[in-house]
Nanobody
Framework: QVRLVESGGGLVQDGGSLRLSCEVSGGPFSNLAMGWFRQTSGTEREFVAASPWSIGSPEIYADSVKGRFTISRDNAKSIVFLQMNSLKADDTAVYYC????????????????WGQGTRVTVSS
C-alpha cells in the first residue's frame, strides 16, 4: 500500500516562499506520477502541479501557479517537493500530495493515493 506524508506547511507573509515535501513509502516511487492539489473550505480539490514518472517528460502546472511554483522529485529518496514562491493570499489552502501510476494528470479522480494534507496560510 502506497503511503504519502506531507510536511512543510505553515504561515507565511504575502510574497514569501515555502517548500512542501511529500514522502512516499510502500510503492515503486519511480513508477509513480506525483501530483499536488489544494483545497479550501467549501470548494473542490484544485489541481496545482504534477510530475510524471518518466524523467524527461514535462511537468504540468495550473495556470494560477505557473512561474511561481515548481514541482520536483528525488527518486533516490522517494520524495516529491513543491517549491512555492511569490505566495499570495489566494494560495491559502490545505495542500495534498497524490500519486498514480505513470502519467501525470490534472484530474483528482485519477489519483489512487493521497496524503493527509498540510495547511498553508498566506497572510496579506
Amino acid at each position: 500500500q502506497v503511503r504519502l506524508v506531507e510536511s512543510g506547511g505553515g504561515l507565511v507573509q504575502d510574497g514569501g516562499s515555502l517548500r512542501l515535501s511529500c514522502e512516499v513509502s510502500g510503492g515503486p516511487f519511480s513508477n509513480l506520477a506525483m501530483g499536488w492539489f489544494r483545497q479550501t473550505s467549501g470548494t473542490e480539490r484544485e489541481f496545482v502541479a504534477a510530475s510524471p514518472w518518466s524523467i524527461g517528460s514535462p511537468e504540468i502546472y495550473a495556470d494560477s501557479v505557473k512561474g511561481r511554483f515548481t514541482i520536483s522529485r528525488d527518486n533516490a529518496k522517494s520524495i516529491v517537493f513543491l517549491q512555492m514562491n511569490s505566495l499570495k493570499a489566494d494560495d491559502t489552502a490545505v495542500y495534498y500530495c497524490a500519486a498514480r501510476y505513470f502519467a501525470g494528470s490534472r484530474r483528482s479522480d485519477e489519483y489512487m493515493y493521497w496524503g493527509q494534507g498540510t495547511r498553508v496560510t498566506v497572510s496579506s
